[in-house]
């Protein structure tokens, strides 16, 4: 995972870019090397500060740590004016959110004097951060920043061009990983002729024909994309719709994901059809698997595969199956079926199905990249959409 949007003020839903993950179990063991000598216990080797590190020292610590690098929201002021406010001065808090700018040391110096930044350097004298108001910034002036799992959606985000592009000057995001994240959103910027999916939703259409798409993996072609919507051609064999809609670009998407259907038009596998396991978008190759085809895997280019047309929409909960274990009370059709999070806070997380209880409370085990391992989750029955 590499971009992320957070819920913490003052930076709700501003984008972010995951630098590294550090386990509670890398944490402990670097404050207790920390606390061995009086020197190492002065210099924070993560991102916050001394206050926090006490606070550590006497709590354990129990959630893992994410370091973003992120555009900062801040004024130039000798006072630290970036602290939370509290809760008798809420009702003024969207006065006191700062608008988006990048730390500049010459700014600092200007507006504060010389002494409101301490500039941290290597061994070989280059500038490793600035720290102001209690504010770490790196050499480009971008924020360095510290959050856990609570701080973030859990969803999967594809920032457009426009969002990225301020990203390019940040220094903590290395040459090659810059340029493969810019060609990836490049590629998924809508256009004309494109071939587009329809993704779940029970929100209405543009169109005043047409009445409401409520279940996803609908697949046509953009004719005309605008800022917001598009008019999209409909595949021939979509019933129960116009042939042309207009939609929000947020519903549709034209990059492959695993689990896909999807079939390939070109090169030596051209009409092969079956399911996305792998994408690799550093190469641009898509691993598709079909145990019923001859071979049952190819390695394809991402721009020889489109979205198959014959794929199943997403659909209610699909009913008992007439050889159903009674024993199971009702529940045996449901295990080891794919699903996703529609409400709460997981909601975009995907995984299996492994069991549920007669209050209709299910253990799913999540596969989203999120988790460095598989893991269980118990959401309700009525939450999940099953893919069929």
């Given at each position: 995972?590499?971009?992320?949007?957070?819920?913490?003020?003052?930076?709700?839903?501003?984008?972010?870019?995951?630098?590294?993950?550090?386990?509670?179990?890398?944490?402990?063991?670097?404050?207790?090397?920390?606390?061995?000598?009086?020197?190492?216990?002065?210099?924070?080797?993560?991102?916050?500060?001394?206050?926090?590190l006490?606070?550590?020292?006497?709590?354990?610590?129990?959630?893992?740590?994410?370091?973003?690098?992120?555009?900062?929201?801040?004024?130039?002021?000798?006072?630290?004016?970036?602290?939370?406010?509290?809760?008798?001065?809420?009702?003024?808090r969207?006065?006191h959110?700062?608008?988006?700018?990048?730390?500049?040391?010459?700014?600092?110096?200007?507006?504060?004097?010389?002494?409101?930044?301490?500039?941290?350097?290597?061994?070989?004298?280059e500038?490793?951060?600035?720290?102001?108001?209690g504010?770490?910034?790196?050499?480009s002036?971008?924020?360095?920043?510290?959050?856990?799992?609570?701080?973030?959606?859990?969803?999967?985000?594809?920032?457009?061009?426009?969002?990225?592009?301020?990203?390019?000057?940040?220094?903590?995001?290395?040459?090659?990983?810059?340029?493969?994240?810019?060609?990836?959103t490049?590629?998924?910027?809508?256009?004309a002729?494109?071939?587009?999916?329809?993704?779940?939703?029970?929100?209405?259409?543009?169109?005043?024909?047409?009445?409401?798409?409520?279940?996803g993996?609908?697949?046509?072609?953009?004719?005309?994309?605008?800022?917001?919507?598009?008019?999209?051609?409909l595949?021939?064999?979509?019933p129960?719709?116009?042939?042309?809609?207009?939609i929000?670009?947020?519903?549709?998407?034209k990059?492959?994901?695993?689990?896909?259907?999807?079939?390939?038009?070109?090169?030596?596998?051209?009409?092969?059809?079956?399911?996305?396991?792998?994408?690799?978008?550093?190469?641009g190759?898509?691993?598709?698997?079909?145990?019923?085809?001859?071979?049952?895997?190819?390695?394809?280019?991402?721009?020889?595969?489109?979205?198959?047309?014959?794929?199943?929409?997403?659909?209610?909960?699909?009913?008992p199956?007439?050889?159903?274990?009674?024993?199971?009370?009702?529940?045996?059709?449901y295990?080891?079926?794919?699903?996703?999070?529609?409400?709460?806070?997981?909601?975009?997380?995907?995984?299996?199905?492994?069991?549920?209880?007669?209050?209709e409370?299910t253990?799913?085990e999540l596969?989203?990249?999120l988790?460095?391992?598989?893991?269980?989750?118990?959401?309700?029955?009525?939450?999940?959409?099953?893919?069929?």
């Amino acid at each position: 995972m590499t971009w992320i949007r957070l819920k913490v003020a003052p930076y709700k839903n501003n984008l972010a870019f995951i630098l590294n993950i550090e386990t509670a179990m890398d944490l402990k063991m670097e404050v207790q090397l920390q606390c061995m000598d009086k020197e190492l216990k002065k210099r924070v080797m993560f991102k916050n500060t001394q206050a926090l590190l006490n606070k550590m020292l006497k709590e354990t610590i129990e959630e893992d740590q994410i370091n973003v690098v992120l555009i900062p929201r801040f004024c130039y002021s000798k006072q630290d004016r970036d602290i939370p406010l509290n809760k008798h001065r809420r009702h003024n808090r969207g006065t006191h959110i700062h608008s988006q700018q990048l730390f500049s040391p010459f700014k600092a110096k200007d507006k504060t004097g010389q002494d409101s930044w301490k500039t941290e350097y290597s061994d070989l004298g280059e500038v490793l951060e600035y720290r102001y108001n209690g504010l770490v910034f790196d050499p480009s002036g971008f924020l360095l920043y510290s959050v856990t799992w609570k701080d973030i959606h859990h969803i999967d985000i594809y920032p457009s061009v426009r969002e990225m592009e301020p990203f390019l000057k940040c220094v903590s995001i290395s040459k090659d990983v810059k340029t493969r994240l810019l060609r990836n959103t490049y590629g998924r910027e809508l256009k004309a002729g494109d071939h587009v999916k329809v993704l779940p939703t029970q929100e209405p259409s543009l169109s005043p024909d047409d009445t409401m798409i409520t279940r996803g993996d609908r697949t046509g072609t953009t004719e005309e994309v605008y800022p917001t919507f598009c008019s999209m051609r409909l595949d021939m064999d979509t019933p129960g719709l116009a042939e042309t809609i207009e939609i929000n670009n947020r519903y549709i998407r034209k990059f492959l994901k695993t689990g896909d259907v999807v079939s390939v038009n070109g090169g030596s596998h051209a009409g092969y059809i079956g399911h996305v396991v792998v994408v690799n978008e550093a190469e641009g190759i898509l691993t598709i698997s079909n145990l019923k085809a001859q071979p049952d895997t190819v390695y394809v280019n991402l721009h020889q595969v489109e979205f198959a047309s014959w794929t199943h929409p997403f659909a209610a909960v699909p009913a008992p199956h007439q050889a159903e274990d009674m024993r199971d009370f009702g529940t045996l059709h449901y295990e080891n079926l794919p699903a996703v999070v529609i409400h709460g806070p997981l909601k975009g997380h995907s995984g299996i199905v492994k069991t549920v209880n007669l209050n209709e409370k299910t253990l799913i085990e999540l596969r989203d990249h999120l988790y460095r391992s598989r893991k269980l989750e118990e959401v309700m029955l009525d939450k999940l959409a099953f893919e069929l």
